[in-house]
């Protein structure tokens, strides 16, 4: 079945180093992919996606590229803030409707 | 309304106790997603409306597990004989046919 990998955390980086976190994924068909972010005490919320292959999704200085031929999409961020401190989860949508199939999540702690 | 609300934020509950989850969507919104995310993973689906009709429920874990959108618009969780492995936070997600999915708040389960 359609699956996710990411790399484990926690991630704890200094503010204003470059961030990178690794998924790869299964999937049947051609998905789309996403990368949500959950802060704490709150919700999910969209961060970026990408539809086709070399697409770059981009939002708030994230970025990630679909690239089918190594079947992954990395999230990266050249200079991170307290404030990205959160659960960063990776997911392609599967089906006819779109369902997401989610990563077990990246935490990530910025220092000052 | 202006996101997707659940209520109520937290449930406790006593094992073999019924207990029942709601989720408001987003206004116009004809898709609606059950998913179940245990602590520290990622979430997993659950079930998938499309307006009233219950199109997917392949991820429910057992028979005790139930779910309906008599009128399309809001939906109700029901679990029976709660269990201790029930225990997790319960996301509803909507969204447009095909559009992004847009997440709930959550409902924290929590069975002793």
């Known amino acids: 079945g359609d699956s996710v990998t990411q790399m484990e955390g926690p991630v704890t980086l200094s503010e204003e180093a470059f961030l990178t976190i690794n998924c790869t994924y299964t999937a049947t068909g051609y998905p789309s992919l996403f990368w949500y972010v959950q802060y704490p005490g709150e919700g999910l919320q969209l961060l970026l996606k990408a539809t086709k292959a070399d697409d770059k999704g981009s939002n708030k200085g994230f970025e990630a590229t679909y690239r089918k031929e190594t079947t992954s999409f990395h999230l990266e961020k050249g200079s991170v803030q307290v404030s990205d401190s959160a659960v960063y989860f990776c997911?392609?949508?599967?089906?006819?409707?779109?369902?997401?199939?989610f990563g077990a999540g990246t935490r990530l702690a910025v220092h000052p | 309304g202006a996101g997707v609300s659940q209520s109520p934020r937290y449930k406790v509950a006593k094992r073999g106790q019924d207990v029942a989850l709601r989720c408001d969507p987003i206004s116009g919104h004809v898709s609606l997603f059950w998913y179940q995310q245990a602590l520290g993973q990622g979430p997993e689906f659950l079930t998938y409306f499309q307006n009233e009709a219950q199109l997917d429920k392949s991820g429910l874990p057992s028979d005790r597990f139930f779910a309906e959108r008599p009128e399309g618009s809001v939906s109700t969780l029901k679990i029976q004989r709660t269990q201790q492995e029930d225990s997790a936070v319960y996301l509803c997600?909507?969204?447009?046919?095909?559009?992004?999915?847009?997440f709930g708040a959550g409902t924290r389960l929590s069975v002793l």
């Open positions: 997600a909507s969204s447009l046919p095909g559009g992004d999915q847009y």
């Open positions: 997911a392609p949508n599967s089906g006819g409707y779109n369902k997401l199939i």
